[in-house]
Structure formats: structure tokens, C-alpha cells
């Protein structure tokens, strides 16, 4: 079973969207474990984060992205 690959052109959506503040625009975002930190735009309107450049890894829904500000969590949810 091959996880499905999702495209980022329109924005990576989120399901189960947990924020700790009433937060849209700019941030950074983590999606793997360890992974790069990428910077774009969250969407509280449609729970979507928006990249400003082209990702080096494939996304899979399923897993976590985290969002911060610096080193602050303002929350995450569900690749979907």
C-alpha cells in the first residue's frame, strides 16, 4: 500500500487543526520527525499551509505538520 503522495501547489491541507492562539499567516512548518524547516503561510480559513517554495520530500497523508514561530509551537494538524 503506497501512501498517497499529495501536491502543494493549492496548499497542503489539515485535518484535525490544533492551534494554541487564533493564528493565520506567516510561519514555519515542520513535517518529518527531524525534518526541514519550511516557511510559507497558514490559512486558518481552510486549515491549509501554503509553501513558499517547492518541497524536497513527498508528503503522505497521515503524517504530522507542525507549525512555529521560531521556536514557538503554534500548533499543527493532520496532512489530509
Known amino acids: ?15 484535525d487543526v490544533n492551534l494554541f492562539a487564533d493564528f493565520s499567516g506567516t510561519c514555519e512548518a515542520q513535517y518529518r ?14 486549515s ?5 517554495e517547492p518541497l524536497s520530500e513527498a508528503l503522505a497523508s497521515g503524517q504530522s505538520l507542525v507549525l512555529y514561530a ?11
Open 1 to 15: 500500500h503506497e501512501p498517497r503522495v499529495q501536491p502543494v501547489a493549492s496548499g497542503i491541507a489539515l485535518s
Open 33 to 46: 520527525y527531524h525534518g526541514s524547516i519550511i516557511t510559507g503561510a497558514f490559512d486558518s480559513s481552510d
Open 48 to 52: 491549509s499551509f501554503l509553501p513558499n
Open 70 to 80: 521560531g521556536d514557538t509551537v503554534l500548533g499543527g494538524g493532520i496532512i489530509s
